[in-house]
């Protein structure tokens, strides 16, 4: 009797193995995809010009004090 508990306790043990492990994977992927996205948007926002002239007067303005 001991040995099928233990047995069957060893089974259910490696699947929340197996989800830890899946779950590890999907968290790491949608990072490193939120990472990705982050800086293809920066670098997007550097290379576009400002179209706004309110913004552009108003750096220019910051930069004569």
């Known amino acids: 009797m001991r040995y099928l508990m233990f047995t069957l306790t060893l089974c259910l ?19 490193v995809a939120k990472a990705g996205v982050k800086t293809v948007g920066a670098a997007v926002d550097l290379m576009t010009p400002e179209k706004n002239p309110e913004i552009e007067n108003s750096k220019g303005k910051a930069n004569e004090k």
């Open 13 to 31: 043990l490696q699947g929340c193995a197996v989800i830890a492990v899946a779950d590890l994977a999907v968290t790491t992927v949608a990072t």
